[in-house]
C-alpha cells in the first residue's frame, strides 16, 4: 500500500472515530468482525445481500446498519 492510500484510511478512520456514536462504533467493530470472518461472502455479494446477513444471521438492526453504512459512504466520499 502506497503511503497516499495509508493517509486516506487514517484520515477516514478519523473522521468515523469523530462522528460516529459509541453505539455506530460497537456496531461498526461488529460488522467488521464479521467480514474478517466472512470475506469471501462480502467479497461476492450485493449490498441488499449482506444487509439481509448482517439482520438476519448477525441480529443486527436494519435502520441501524443502513444509518452505520450511510455515514461511512458519505465520510468515504469527502
Not at 484520515?11 to 462504533?25: A, F, Y
Amino acid at each position: 500500500m502506497n503511503s497516499k492510500n495509508n493517509k486516506d484510511i487514517k484520515s477516514i478512520k478519523r473522521k468515523l472515530d469523530r462522528l460516529l456514536t459509541d453505539e455506530e462504533k460497537a456496531l461498526y467493530k461488529k460488522v467488521l468482525e464479521d467480514i474478517a470472518k466472512n470475506e469471501d461472502f462480502y467479497n461476492t455479494s450485493s449490498p441488499e445481500e449482506i444487509t439481509a446477513h448482517l439482520v438476519n444471521n448477525c441480529g443486527f438492526d436494519k435502520i441501524s446498519i443502513y444509518k452505520l453504512f450511510k455515514k461511512i459512504t458519505l465520510i468515504s466520499e469527502e
